[in-house]
């Protein structure tokens, strides 16, 4: 290569460079990206899909701040410039409105939600106004006059909105400075005055959130399994995570299956929840209040168990995935039929389970059993004793158990997935007779806020966390209640009932760190060090999520069970993290788990100071058995997939007029065919243009 080649190359080369650099600016100087943006994404079951897409490129509209839903009529019809993307405010987020512009999507990019900083004055509750009717317990040939909330609708207020499919995205914003760029770039460019029609340029809006799996989970299973080459692309996955557990006497988790003379009692609680975008699930009541009163209550039953300890045994299951057709409490009872479990249903003997337990009126709980089981006279005797030790327990407390018409079914509740399988005595506590009394059941407003959770503004977030809320105390009555009740039906000394209190500071800062900051110094402590980043400034999200990984709320609620439950021992860190007490320990891993926490650090000093934990607490799977037995189609057990997206994200822009837009091409092609000419004249007059006027090689001399 000769010296001039080299410079033209080098040339070349700086060239792009720039132009690569220029490209970057430039790009940053149109777009302006959003920061916090939550999509509707696509879930799949085994008849349709729900949910929320844009196109592989994104969506792109021209923004429209929807003021009310008269003003739907320029989004629909008379507006100049469709397709639109229609921002609107929360109160403006309802089953009405959502449905025509769904109707009229030829015109509607999508649609961006403000998420208020204080919740609505009316209920919202995107969910179904009947729960999970279809996989629960009454069917056409079980309690058929009970089926499909027959008898009871129990969420009212459901307008099923997070159960339709939406061929255009849905994403929700903060109200913060992204929220008033956007609203000012509208009052800017689009906004019409004095009737007159808006110019361009004019501010848009393009959203990105495209899901690769389309139809029903029978057709992404089927894609899934199609390989075509050495990394197969999978467009779904199932939704799952995993149960968490414990006992209060240690159960061998290696020997599955019946174990002779064993009687065990489950406290159970749900631990998922979902609103109608992906990641805001803070399931406060619908939730929340139940497991945190759980746990509570497992923690009160610590030293009466061990000082006392009752002839059968308590199991506590937290269950994840009910929202979607209970697939915690089915994958549980359907390991407990196969022999995949520690105990079986054989060794149940009764279920008590905690529901919604966070607006109790007047301080009432209510008792809802099963009338169809409870023709089963032995079923009802217990089911009986079960009513009077909850009504005995909340003697000298600040509230009241009360027994639902024995007539009523049993609201959406994981026992019901029990019940499926055989007659077993039990009861679910909730703080509703008949229809929720939650007004924002599977929705983003089920918060900290719906319970009443708040702090005085000269608190620290430090002090906050030990400050004991009017929720807080209320807990932890029921807590108090559920542990006695607990300990009496495992047939605890009586004598022993009345010293069995929950601790209010243990149940203020679960809620604290379940619903307002899960980044605080005491589950900082109670964690391995590894579980730090699952830490977050801001509420959990209590999305059940795809069966992957283990969720953050999982994991948290396992270490916060083993510490309520267990005990610190003596170990090093290798033997603590090796699952023994010594090197030639081999046999209680299978009966407790281990695991090394970091504990907190002492006054003056970063270095914390870990300690090893040992608990009964346990982890099993909750993966429909729909998927195990490959039944895509299966009407007994769930079949809710996620589709897998690559890109999600939203960003805003300044758009010119179609015809700026085609003048602007027309130049772009007129300099290219140019370029191109010039290009071809150059080349073909190369030996001319270019030539040296060096001397012939034979010159002599």
């Not at 199609?226 to 061998?252: H, Q, R």
């Not at 020997?255 to 979902?274: M, P, Q, T, Y």
């Not at 939730?287 to 009466?304: D, E, I, K």
Request: proline fraction near 5%; aromatic fraction near 10%.
């Amino acid at each position: 290569m000769d010296l001039l080649s080299s410079k033209w190359l080098v040339n070349l080369l700086v060239c792009w460079f720039f132009i690569g650099v220029g490209c970057n600016s430039v790009e940053k100087k149109i777009y302006v990206d959003l920061n916090y943006t939550i999509p509707c994404v696509r879930l799949l079951n085994a008849t349709h899909q729900i949910g929320c897409q844009s196109h592989l490129s994104g969506n792109v509209g021209v923004l429209h701040v929807l003021e009310s839903e008269e003003n739907l009529d320029w989004v629909l019809r008379s507006g100049l410039n469709p397709p639109y993307l229609v921002i609107l405010e929360s109160p403006l987020f309802t089953r009405s409105i959502m449905m025509k512009l769904k109707n009229g999507s030829s015109r509607v990019a999508g649609v961006a939600v403000v998420a208020a900083n204080t919740n609505p004055s009316d209920g919202f509750s995107p969910h179904t106004n009947c729960p999970n009717e279809n996989t629960g317990v009454y069917t056409e040939s079980y309690g058929p006059a009970m089926s499909h909330c027959k008898v009871t609708v129990w969420n009212p207020l459901g307008n099923g909105l997070s159960y339709e499919a939406f061929d255009f995205p849905i994403f929700s914003m903060k109200d913060d400075n992204d929220t008033q760029v956007i609203r000012q770039c509208y009052m800017d460019h689009n906004r019409a005055v004095n009737g007159s029609t808006p110019q361009y340029p004019l501010c848009a809006m393009q959203l990105f959130s495209h899901m690769s799996a389309v139809t029903d989970t029978a057709t992404c299973m089927r894609r899934n399994d199609i390989n075509f080459s050495i990394s197969p692309e999978m467009v779904c996955d199932p939704l799952g995570d995993s149960n968490v557990w414990a006992s209060t006497k240690p159960l061998n988790y290696t020997a599955k299956g019946h174990k002779d003379g064993e009687h065990v009692v489950v406290a159970a609680a749900r631990l998922d929840s979902r609103s109608f975008f992906f990641d805001v699930a803070p399931g406060a009541q619908s939730g929340v209040s139940g497991f945190v009163a759980l746990l509570a209550a497992a923690h009160a039953l610590r030293n009466a168990t061990q000082e006392a300890p009752p002839p059968r045994n308590i199991l506590y299951a937290f269950f994840q995935g009910e929202t979607f057709d209970y697939i915690g409490s089915s994958r549980m009872v359907y390991d407990m039929q196969n022999n995949g479990f520690a105990v079986d249903l054989d060794n149940i003997h009764s279920v008590l389970e905690v529901g919604q337990v966070g607006l109790r009126a007047d301080s009432k709980l209510w008792l809802h059993s099963d009338p169809v089981s409870r023709k089963n006279s032995s079923v009802d005797e217990e089911v009986k004793k079960l009513i009077a030790n909850l009504q005995l327990a909340a003697t000298n407390l600040n509230v009241s158990a009360e027994e639902t018409n024995v007539s009523q079914p049993l609201p959406p509740s994981s026992f019901q997935r029990f019940l499926r399988a055989r007659p077993i005595p039990g009861v679910v506590i909730e703080d509703h007779q008949s229809a929720f009394t939650n007004r924002f059941y599977e929705s983003m407003y089920d918060n900290a806020e719906h319970l009443n959770i708040s702090y005085p503004s000269n608190l620290t977030l430090e002090e906050q966390l030990d400050f004991v809320t009017d929720t807080a105390m209320a807990l932890t009555e029921v807590a108090t209640m559920v542990a006695r009740t607990l300990y009496a039906q495992a047939g605890g000394a009586e004598s022993q009932r009345n010293k069995i209190n929950a601790d209010r500071q243990i149940v203020t800062r679960m809620l604290y760190g379940f619903l307002v900051r899960s980044n605080n110094s005491w589950f900082q402590q109670l964690i391995p060090s590894d579980l730090m980043s699952h830490l977050t400034d801001r509420p959990t999200n209590f999305y059940v999520g795809v069966n992957q990984q283990t969720s953050k709320p999982t994991y948290l609620v396992q270490y916060l069970l083993a510490t309520l439950t267990g005990s610190t021992v003596n170990v090093t860190q290798e033997n603590c993290q090796n699952q023994r007490e010594s090197e030639e320990d081999k046999e209680n891993k299978h009966m407790y788990y281990y695991f090394w926490a970091q504990g907190a650090a002492p006054p003056n000093s970063t270095e914390r100071e870990g300690y090893c934990m040992r608990s009964t607490a346990r982890l099993a799977k909750a993966l429909s058995p729909a998927f195990e037995l490959r039944e895509y189609t299966s009407k007994d057990y769930s079949t809710w997939t996620e589709s897998r997206w690559k890109t999600i994200k939203g960003r805003i822009f300044l758009v010119a007029s179609h015809e700026l837009e085609m003048v602007t091409l027309g130049v772009g092609v007129g300099v290219l065919l140019t370029s191109l000419l010039l290009t071809y004249f150059m080349s073909s007059k190369a030996d001319i243009l270019f030539s040296s006027g060096r001397e012939p090689a034979n010159a002599t001399y």
